[in-house]
């Protein structure tokens, strides 16, 4: 959502860039994509499902198994209608998985906005849709949230949660607030860490050795390393991500484990959840 050309050359911004992106992740080896599309002329991001159409195609042409999330953020949109817009892809451009924050928050310069209607209709919207939210959490209270949708039936189990730590405003990057956070999901959850900035090589490093999933990624962070002596690329990441997974003697789950795992359709044209 941040990132620019300007603040690093190697964010991808336009279809192409991000398709390849992706593509070249997958053949390092990664089991879910989350993916914003941005407007061609500005560069900013966008919720047209028309620029999502171009993305998920151009990946499912070479990548029928992938596990795809778009992101239905809000940061730069308040209206349901345009935050939902990619969920009316279908067929095979239909995404597996959408993005649920599970309340709003302040980052340093800016604020995503996520009211109570507009959760609770995102969440419909997907529930009714057959497409699995990949629930955000920031802070302990948004998993309090998460068993609170789970109760009105807003969601079903099995939830996936991104687990995004050290954010000003939120649950700070340390061991405590992981366990706490991991200790208090719902039942039948799979999750994944990801850390803000210069957090981010520590956290993605405690969820491979707790035995969890790993966000990784320039969203998050483009430098790579703490000390901002040089820019990272996502393939960087990554490679140095299967470094450490390595060390640990684990391995990178495949997408088609994970469809099994978290009841997904198949892939190879069928997409969503079951």
């Given at each position: 959502m941040i990132p620019t050309k300007e603040m690093s050359p190697h964010v991808p911004i336009s279809v192409g860039e991000i398709v390849d992106n992706v593509l070249e992740a997958a053949n390092i080896g990664i089991t879910i994509v989350h993916l914003h599309?941005?407007?061609?002329?500005?560069?900013?991001?966008?919720?047209?499902?028309?620029?999502?159409?171009?993305?998920?195609?151009?990946?499912?042409?070479?990548?029928?198994?992938?596990v795809i999330c778009v992101s239905l953020s809000g940061r730069s949109s308040s209206e349901f209608a345009e935050r939902a817009e990619?969920?009316?892809?279908?067929?095979?451009?239909?995404?597996?998985?959408?993005?649920?924050?599970?309340?709003?928050?302040?980052?340093?310069?800016?604020?995503?906005?996520?009211?109570?209607?507009?959760?609770?209709?995102?969440?419909?919207e997907m529930h009714d849709r057959n497409i699995m939210p990949e629930l955000e959490a920031f802070d302990v209270g948004m998993i309090n949230y998460a068993r609170y949708l789970e109760k009105k039936e807003l969601l079903t189990p099995p939830h996936y949660f991104n687990l995004i730590l050290g954010n000003i405003a939120c649950a700070q990057a340390d061991l405590l607030h992981a366990g706490i956070m991991i200790r208090d999901l719902p039942p039948d959850s799979f999750w994944s860490i990801g850390g803000i900035g210069d957090h981010q090589l520590m956290m993605n490093s405690v969820a491979v050795a707790a035995g969890g999933g790993v966000r990784v990624g320039l969203e998050d962070n483009i430098w790579f390393d703490p000390k901002r002596s040089r820019l990272a690329t996502n393939l960087e990441l990554i490679h140095r991500i299967h470094r450490i997974?390595?060390?640990?003697?684990?391995?990178?789950?495949?997408?088609?484990?994970?469809?099994?795992?978290?009841?997904?359709?198949?892939?190879?044209g069928s997409y969503g959840r079951k």
């Open positions: 599309a941005r407007d061609p002329e500005t560069g900013l991001p966008t919720c047209r499902a028309a620029l999502y159409a171009d993305i998920i195609s151009g990946i499912r042409k070479y990548d029928k198994d992938l990619p969920l009316t892809l279908d067929g095979d451009l239909k995404p597996d998985m959408g993005s649920l924050t599970l309340s709003s928050v302040n980052f340093n310069k800016q604020a995503s906005m996520n009211s109570p209607d507009m959760i609770h209709s995102l969440a419909r997974i390595e060390t640990n003697e684990r391995e990178v789950m495949k997408p088609q484990e994970l469809r099994r795992l978290m009841k997904l359709e198949g892939g190879q």
